[in-house]
T-cell receptor, first 116, second 112 residues
């Protein structure tokens, strides 16, 4: 089975710009979560999408938004970039609830965003 | 805010030794998971322990969970240089729609 993939791998933007990060979920997974990981910290939950709807959100401002598509892939959009948005952005997918491993999340390799 | 707190923040051992990492959390959980991360890249799932379980094994890994103390430990036995990585505990909180709350991690260095 194909794992979770993310693009791009690295990205450099300047303050005030907008960015879109992409994630393809693992085959058969219908839930996608996004996390932000600052250097030296653990990942922090941004939001989760289930069946194309936002299904929970962490403590992030509205300039962080997302989409999930019918094939369960997802995008994370960040507007008006700030220097503190520099981080590794991780996408994770999880299978439908009937799976015996339904609580496990499978992470992609991440996109490293640098804001100058 | 981060619910989990790992201890120690950093651990340096020799190959063949055991490594123990601890995690504490604050609220009721559905399960607790341990992940490994190499060089700031993606997270690899190691083991999941549900709130009604007390101990779980997977290969050289042993995880314990004490819900009364809101704490967990990860033991890696007979460590290898390839185990060098950051280790994170993550809790799925009760009613938390599969959201994971991570601690800051333990950086493990295993020297040949």
């Amino acid at each position: 089975e194909t794992g979770v993939t993310q693009s791009p791998t690295h990205l450099i933007k300047t303050r005030g710009q907008q960015v879109t990060l992409r994630c393809s979920s693992q085959s058969g997974h219908n839930t996608v979560s996004w996390y932000q990981q600052a250097l030296g910290q653990g990942p922090q939950f941004i939001f989760q999408y289930y069946r194309e709807e936002e299904n929970g959100r962490g403590n992030f401002p509205p300039r962080f938004s997302g989409l999930q598509f019918p094939n369960y892939s997802s995008e994370l959009n960040v507007n008006a970039l700030e220097l503190d948005d520099s981080a590794l952005y991780l996408c994770a997918s999880s299978p439908p609830g009937t799976s015996p491993r339904d609580n496990e999340q499978f992470f992609g390799p991440g996109t490293r965003l640098t804001v100058l | 805010s981060q619910q989990g707190e790992e201890d120690p923040q950093a651990l340096s051992i020799q190959e063949g030794e055991n490594a123990t990492m601890n995690c504490s959390y604050k609220t009721s959980i559905n399960n607790l998971q341990w992940y490994r991360q190499n060089s700031g890249r993606g997270l690899v799932h190691l083991i999941l322990i549900r709130s009604n379980e007390r101990e779980k094994h997977s290969g050289r890994l042993r995880v314990t969970l004490d819900t009364s103390k809101k704490s967990s430990s990860l033991l890696i036995t007979a460590s290898r240089a390839a185990d060098t990585a950051s280790y994170f505990c993550a809790t799925e909180v009760s009613g938390g729609y599969n959201k994971l709350i991570f601690g800051a991690g333990t950086r493990l260095a295993v020297h040949p």
